[in-house]
Protein backbone atom coordinates (compact mmCIF):
# COMPACT_ATOMS: atom_id res chain seq x y z
CA UNK A 1 0.00 0.00 0.00
CA UNK A 2 1.16 3.36 -0.98
CA UNK A 3 2.71 5.93 1.83
CA UNK A 4 -0.58 8.73 0.38
CA UNK A 5 -2.95 5.90 1.21
CA UNK A 6 -1.80 5.25 4.16
CA UNK A 7 -1.79 8.94 5.49
CA UNK A 8 -5.30 9.35 3.24
CA UNK A 9 -6.50 6.25 6.06
CA UNK A 10 -5.13 7.28 9.32
CA UNK A 11 -5.82 11.05 8.81
CA UNK A 12 -9.20 11.16 7.21
CA UNK A 13 -11.08 8.27 7.15
CA UNK A 14 -10.52 6.39 10.29
CA UNK A 15 -11.55 9.38 12.80
CA UNK A 16 -14.87 9.19 11.42
CA UNK A 17 -15.04 5.73 11.84
CA UNK A 18 -16.61 3.46 15.08
CA UNK A 19 -14.04 1.39 16.59
CA UNK A 20 -16.08 -1.83 15.39
CA UNK A 21 -15.91 -0.42 12.03
CA UNK A 22 -12.09 0.20 12.35
CA UNK A 23 -11.21 -2.77 13.53
CA UNK A 24 -12.85 -4.90 10.60
CA UNK A 25 -11.20 -2.44 7.90
CA UNK A 26 -7.74 -3.05 10.13
CA UNK A 27 -7.98 -6.85 8.92
CA UNK A 28 -8.11 -5.88 5.37
CA UNK A 29 -5.18 -3.28 5.38
CA UNK A 30 -2.90 -6.04 7.13
CA UNK A 31 -4.18 -8.70 4.64
CA UNK A 32 -4.46 -6.25 1.57
CA UNK A 33 -4.21 -9.06 -1.16
CA UNK A 34 -6.86 -11.39 0.52
CA UNK A 35 -10.65 -11.03 0.53
CA UNK A 36 -12.93 -12.01 3.57
CA UNK A 37 -15.86 -13.70 4.26
CA UNK A 38 -18.12 -12.49 6.61
CA UNK A 39 -17.25 -15.94 8.79
CA UNK A 40 -13.64 -15.46 8.34
CA UNK A 41 -13.60 -11.94 9.80
CA UNK A 42 -15.68 -13.42 12.33
CA UNK A 43 -12.83 -15.60 12.74
CA UNK A 44 -10.06 -13.86 12.72
CA UNK A 45 -11.27 -10.77 14.95
CA UNK A 46 -12.99 -13.24 17.13
CA UNK A 47 -16.12 -11.71 17.18
CA UNK A 48 -19.58 -13.20 16.78
CA UNK A 49 -21.25 -12.92 12.97
CA UNK A 50 -23.78 -10.60 14.66
CA UNK A 51 -21.10 -8.54 15.26
CA UNK A 52 -19.53 -8.73 12.19
CA UNK A 53 -22.31 -8.87 9.28
CA UNK A 54 -23.31 -5.08 10.52
CA UNK A 55 -19.88 -3.54 10.20
CA UNK A 56 -19.20 -5.17 6.81
CA UNK A 57 -23.40 -3.86 5.43
CA UNK A 58 -22.02 -0.52 6.45
CA UNK A 59 -18.45 -0.17 4.88
CA UNK A 60 -20.28 -1.47 1.88
CA UNK A 61 -22.06 1.81 2.34
CA UNK A 62 -25.47 -0.43 2.34
CA UNK A 63 -28.29 1.75 5.01
CA UNK A 64 -30.10 4.85 4.67
CA UNK A 65 -28.08 8.17 4.76
CA UNK A 66 -24.68 6.11 4.95
CA UNK A 67 -21.68 8.70 4.22
CA UNK A 68 -20.26 5.84 2.43
CA UNK A 69 -23.10 5.27 0.04
CA UNK A 70 -21.52 6.36 -3.47
CA UNK A 71 -17.78 5.24 -2.65
CA UNK A 72 -18.07 2.36 -0.27
CA UNK A 73 -14.93 1.15 1.85
CA UNK A 74 -15.54 -2.30 0.75
CA UNK A 75 -17.06 -4.12 -2.39
CA UNK A 76 -18.30 -7.91 -3.17
CA UNK A 77 -15.09 -9.39 -4.70
CA UNK A 78 -16.14 -12.52 -5.41
CA UNK A 79 -18.19 -15.94 -4.69
CA UNK A 80 -16.31 -18.67 -2.87
CA UNK A 81 -15.86 -21.33 -0.49
CA UNK A 82 -15.58 -19.94 2.86
CA UNK A 83 -12.37 -21.02 5.04
CA UNK A 84 -14.24 -21.67 7.95
CA UNK A 85 -17.89 -22.75 6.74
CA UNK A 86 -16.63 -24.23 3.19
CA UNK A 87 -19.87 -22.94 2.11
CA UNK A 88 -20.07 -20.45 -1.20
CA UNK A 89 -20.34 -16.80 0.34
CA UNK A 90 -19.59 -13.73 -0.46
CA UNK A 91 -16.00 -12.59 -0.21
CA UNK A 92 -15.58 -9.19 0.30
CA UNK A 93 -12.61 -7.04 -0.70
CA UNK A 94 -11.18 -3.38 0.03
CA UNK A 95 -12.49 -0.98 -3.03
CA UNK A 96 -9.90 -0.26 -5.08
CA UNK A 97 -11.35 3.07 -5.81
CA UNK A 98 -10.35 4.17 -2.56
CA UNK A 99 -6.63 3.19 -3.04
CA UNK A 100 -6.31 5.33 -6.04
CA UNK A 101 -8.47 8.10 -5.03
CA UNK A 102 -7.19 8.96 -1.40
CA UNK A 103 -10.57 9.17 0.15
Known amino acids: MQPTSLEAYFGEVLPKLTQMQNEVL ?3 YENS ?3 FTNMELADELGWS ?3 VTPRVYELRGE ?5 LKHNPLLIENRRRPCRVT ?5 AWA ?4 RKRNRW
Open 63 to 67: GKNNP
Open 26 to 28: KIF
Open 33 to 35: TLD
Open 86 to 90: KRTAI
Open 49 to 51: INR
Open 94 to 97: FNPD
